[in-house]
């Protein structure tokens, strides 16, 4: 089975730009997560969708983050403007419902200058 | 709020030695408990889990024991190879919040050869 794929794997942009990130999940799985990997650190979870709803955005910084997953299967997370602390590894996971196993993609690296 | 502490934050053994990784948990209703496996630059790999209603899981030379009284569970790599160094992270799944999965911080393995 395909695994979840993101893109770009790497983005290098320069403070108070935006840049938008893509994630496909395993087919079939109801459930996508976005997390922050700061380097040297454990991944933190921005946004939990289950299907096309949020079901935890507590950690997401809105006035700069924004997510969505409009017809529950693809989705992308947006930072208009970003700082140079969202430097980090963006991370997409999915898992077919919410008490399963997740499964990550490979990650975006993002550089702010 | 909720948390995850996971120690040490480094671990060098030697080839063939036991490496042994603990983590706790603040949440009592936590029921899940993946481990993942990092390389470098690489996504995390699920390489093992355990759910509240079992005390000790095993697969070849990887197991898991969990300690619901003490809130506490740890990984135990037995007969440690090269190919086992890599960053590990402990993981709990908290159903009081939306089933988020929270991480610890990491533990950075190097087998010596």
């Known amino acids: 089975e395909a695994g979840v794929a993101q893109s770009p794997r790497y983005k290098i942009i320069e403070k108070r730009q935006s840049v938008a990130f893509w994630c496909n999940p395993i087919s079939g799985h109801a459930t996508l997560y976005w997390y922050q990997q700061i380097l040297g650190q454990g991944p933190k979870l921005l946004i939990q969708f289950q299907n096309n709803g949020v079901v935890d955005d507590s950690q997401l910084p809105k006035d700069r983050f924004s997510a969505e997953r409009l017809k529950g299967v693809d989705s992308t997370l947006k930072i208009q403007p970003a700082k140079l602390e969202d430097s980090a590894v963006y991370l997409c996971a999915s898992s077919q419902s919410t008490g399963g196993e997740q499964y990550f993609g490979p990650g975006t690296r993002l550089t702010v200058t | 709020g909720e948390n995850v502490e996971q120690h040490p934050s480094t671990l060098s053994v030697q080839e063939g030695d036991s490496a042994v990784i603990k983590c706790t948990y603040s949440d009592s209703a936590s029921n899940y408990f993946p481990w993942y496996k990092q390389e470098l630059g690489k996504r995390p790999q699920l390489i093992i889990d355990?759910?509240?209603?079992?005390g000790e899981k095993k697969d070849q030379r990887i197991a898991v024991t969990l300690n619901k009284t003490a809130k506490h569970f740890s990984l135990h790599i037995t007969e440690t190879q090269p190919e086992d160094s890599a960053v590990y992270f402990c993981?709990?799944?908290?159903?009081?919040?939306?089933?988020?999965?929270?991480f610890g911080t990491g533990t950075s393995l190097t087998v010596i050869p």
């Open positions: 355990i759910r509240s209603n079992v």
């Open positions: 993981a709990a799944q908290m159903p009081n919040t939306g089933n988020q999965f929270y």
